[in-house]
């Protein structure tokens, strides 16, 4: 299978130019040089960097060069310390993966889509010329299934315009339900050789989101749990505060702990989708919630850092900090270096 070289090893730069309140104190404050420094210092290859319509687009879809300033400030950050990057569209006019945002319409508003698709077009002559060190990412985690074809098309298009600009740099789309990696099949056949499907990985969600105030149906806001449950355990604790599996557990013993086999099984389609259309996988996001003990965390990173290294996938660990994920928070200090080792 096809590696995404250059990307193998990175961190998401979560909450600086997305999923924020759109401030320059916020901007110029939550991420600096130091830390494209520090990522680089810790061995990693690149970092993904989310960023929000708002960052660049007025309330009018005016450009804002402001934000493509420091669009350009974190190239030049990433590849003075070495790095490559990710430039992440995290939320569009009429689209997030968080409902709490009141985007909508992007699937069947035509207007809507001609923006995205010339948000990219800007993107692309701004940045096109990048390709050595910099991915773009179309858009994060479509939510429902029943947006799967409007999706294909929106992509489709928007594809074939960056390409009368950009005609080689690397082009990164995932599916619906968050990008989940059961969505890879149902995607659009790739325009040529430079695109890349992504994936998102948080199964067990069980583990990943324990006590997550966010989950809906509602968690448990007290749930605390090891990683290393029977797969019985995690069936009856799932149904109990989850109410359905994303990955379904029933085909495993359930007295038996959970494990690699596990991981293996949730990749297997995914991998044997990528070899037929001789594309790249990479995982964009993937971590465990600061509700989880960092040991407990370790372990779950290390069963799944093996199943990336066996199928060559490059990844970013959601989040370099806060953003209820950090792994620069200080509760990592104990594990943070034997993280990195897995990552």
Request: glycine share 10%.
């Given at each position: 299978m096809k590696k995404l070289e250059g990307y193998m090893h990175g961190v998401d730069f979560g909450g600086w130019l997305s999923q924020c309140d759109h401030t320059k104190e916020r901007y110029d404050g939550f991420?600096?040089?130091s830390d494209f420094k520090k990522v680089s210092e810790w061995g990693l290859d690149h970092v993904r960097i989310p960023v929000d319509y708002e960052l660049v687009q007025d309330a009018n879809g005016d450009y804002v060069e402001e934000g493509f300033e420091y669009i350009e400030r974190a190239y030049k950050w990433a590849t003075d310390n070495g790095l490559n990057m990710i430039l992440d569209l995290h939320k569009t006019l009429g689209?997030?993966?968080?409902?709490?945002?009141?985007?909508?319409?992007?699937f069947?508003?035509?207007g809507l889509?001609?923006?995205f698709i010339r948000l990219w077009e800007e993107f692309a002559r701004r940045y096109g010329d990048r390709k050595d060190h910099m991915c773009f990412?179309?858009?994060?985690?479509?939510?429902?299934?029943e947006f799967s074809d409007s999706w294909n098309d929106i992509l489709t298009r928007c594809i074939e315009r960056i390409r009368k600009i950009a005609p080689d740099i690397k082009i990164i789309t995932g599916g619906y339900h968050h990008n989940s990696i059961e969505a890879l099949k149902d995607l659009a056949k790739p325009h040529d050789e430079n695109v890349v499907y992504t994936f998102h990985f948080y199964e067990p969600h069980l583990f990943t989101h324990q006590g997550a105030s966010w989950m809906c149906p509602p968690m448990d806001k007290d749930l605390r749990i090891p990683f290393e449950l029977t797969y019985k355990e995690y069936i009856d604790m799932t149904e109990k505060n989850i109410g359905e599996m994303a990955m379904?557990?029933?085909a495993y013993d359930g007295d038996k702990v959970i494990g690699e086999e596990y991981f293996d099984d949730c990749f297997r389609e995914a991998v044997a989708v990528a070899e037929e259309r001789d594309v790249a996988l990479y995982c964009g996001?993937?971590?465990a919630i600061d509700n989880a003990d960092p040991k407990e965390a370790l372990k779950w990173l290390k069963?799944?850092?093996?199943?990336f290294e066996r199928y060559g996938i490059g990844r970013a660990l959601w989040n370099y900090k806060e953003m209820d994920f950090g792994l620069l928070d200080s509760r990592m200090d104990e594990v943070r270096d034997e993280i990195l080792k897995v990552m």
């Open positions: 991420i600096t040089e689209y997030s993966f968080d409902p709490h945002y009141g985007e909508s319409g992007l069947e508003d035509a889509q001609e923006r990412e179309l858009l994060n985690e479509v939510t429902n299934k379904t557990m029933d996001e993937y971590g069963v799944l850092g093996s199943c």
